[in-house]
């Protein structure tokens, strides 16, 4: 028997069909079910790869962090969805830590002051103003009781040297000044006098911490006019009181960044000067309503050179220098528009109360408005004609031209969307014209 007849005898090899369903036959010749995809982890089901944020991405999620830090301070401070707070922005200086290393407590910490900081100084600065009344340092509060003179017949003078306004009679004031009209303050035929005053005067006393380096209402100057004639005083006024005028342009400032300068007028609100404008649409009252409005705007005009200015190097920004030129304007125009009362004769006075003033740019100029720039006023119910740069001409219902004025910039916008003025409608716009046409 040889060896090989010893070996053990094996079975036949299994067929390749036969293994798992992985078998590449198998597979090949699809008689047995293929293997399933493999399943996806649960927590990868319907999300995307995550990708680094871009920087916009980063520096957007960071401003609207801060921003969020700002609301909340603005509620911390008390301050949260007050509307008369112009706060569209704050700019806070932030350091930030590159190195990794060490934790960032001492600049979230820096960052939260800082902004608690400027947001607290603008808050001040915008509630600091208030038409009408004198910031008191000394209160820290704007409309307190001593930011109002207790009788009309006094102005602003300056601050005590912790803060406090201080009021005085004009005709006192008058007298320490100087003045050499003041007896024309007195008598059957009393004159109205204009008097300036500089920041210097009116801040001069405050003491350091008291206001005296404070930009959150500075007085850079003051014209006074007194004492008001009766037609240029509130009907609630006795027969016999008298009133002084006084025109201040107050320096306020957001924190460190935003100049303002504003017009305050004590003495009258802007309601009384719209109501004697009413009832004399051709005399002072109205001179000084649209005075006023002028100031206001060369003013607006003077805060973006400031602002403009500051940008650029804040440290050469000198407010007063850049008022100097309104200031010295205003002076003028506000004595030429008290002046002719005094002067006014009774011819000019009786021609003035009957309205029977023809002017030739007048007629000429409702003669060739078009439509659209016939209004009609609903309080006084007369015909308003817009004329060319800024003429406006007052027509009564017979034709007859009453006055003319100039419009400050945005009178006419207001007026219109305040109901005051409206279009005039078409069977009046053709009785008008006939009527002018009728001579």
């Known amino acids: 028997m040889n060896d090989r007849s010893k070996a053990p005898q094996r079975g036949p090899k299994p067929s390749r069909q036969g293994r798992g369903s992985g078998g590449r036959r198998g597979a ?25 944020l871009t920087t916009y991405q980063r520096s957007l999620r960071a401003v609207r962090e801060i921003e969020g830090l700002a609301r909340a301070i603005c509620k911390d401070l008390g301050v949260a969805g007050r509307d008369d707070l112009p706060l569209e922005e704050v700019i806070v200086p932030v350091a930030v830590r590159l190195d990794p290393r060490g934790g960032a407590k001492e600049f979230a910490e820096r960052l939260r002051d800082s902004l608690t900081g400027r947001i607290y100084e603008a808050v001040k600065s915008a ?34 040297p912790t803060g406090r306004p201080v009021w005085k009679d004009f005709g006192n004031l008058c007298l320490e000044l100087k003045h050499p009209k003041v007896d024309r303050l007195y008598g059957p035929s009393s004159e109205i006098l204009v008097v300036s005053l500089s920041g210097d005067q009116l801040t001069g006393e405050l003491l350091d911490g008291f206001g005296r380096d404070s930009r959150t209402y500075r ?39 935003e100049k303002r300068v504003r017009l ?25 309503r649209q005075l006023v409005g002028a100031t206001r705007q060369r003013l607006g005009s003077a805060s973006r050179t400031l602002a403009e200015r500051q940008l650029a190097d804040p440290l050469s920004v000198d407010a007063l220098k850049t008022v100097e030129p309104i200031v010295t304007r205003l002076r003028s125009d506000l004595a030429r528009a008290l002046k002719p009362v005094r ?44 004329g060319p740069r800024g003429r406006a001409h007052v027509f009564n219902e017979a034709g007859r ?20 003025w409206r279009p005039l409608k078409p069977h009046e716009i053709s009785t008008f014209r006939a009527t002018l046409a009728d001579g």
């Open 219 to 257: 007085v850079l100057a003051q014209i006074v006019a007194g004492y008001l004639p009766d037609h240029l005083k509130p009907k609630s006024d006795d027969d016999d009181a008298r009133r002084v005028l006084t025109l201040q342009i107050v320096e306020t400032s957001a924190g460190q960044r």
């Open 28 to 52: 090949a010749s699809g008689k047995n079910t293929p293997r399933p995809p493999k399943p996806k982890r649960s927590d990868d089901a319907g999300r995307a790869k995550p990708q680094a």
């Open 127 to 160: 509630i600091a103003f208030r038409p009408g009344h004198v910031y008191c340092f000394a209160c820290d509060e704007p409309t307190c009781a001593c930011s109002l003179p207790d009788d009309p017949r006094e102005t602003f003078v300056g601050y005590t």
């Open 264 to 288: 305050n007028v004590l003495g009258l609100v802007s309601d009384d000067l719209v109501e004697m404008a009413d009832r004399d649409p051709a005399g002072p009252a109205e001179a000084l």
């Open 401 to 420: 031209h009453v006055t003319s004025l100039t419009l400050v910039p945005g009178e006419l916008d207001k007026k219109s969307h305040q109901g005051r």
């Open 343 to 386: 002067y006014r004769t009774d011819h000019a006075a009786a021609r003035h109360r009957e309205g029977d003033r023809p002017t030739a740019s007048a007629v000429s100029d409702a003669r060739r408005a078009p439509d659209h720039a016939l209004l009609r006023d609903m309080r006084r119910d007369t015909v308003i004609v817009i």
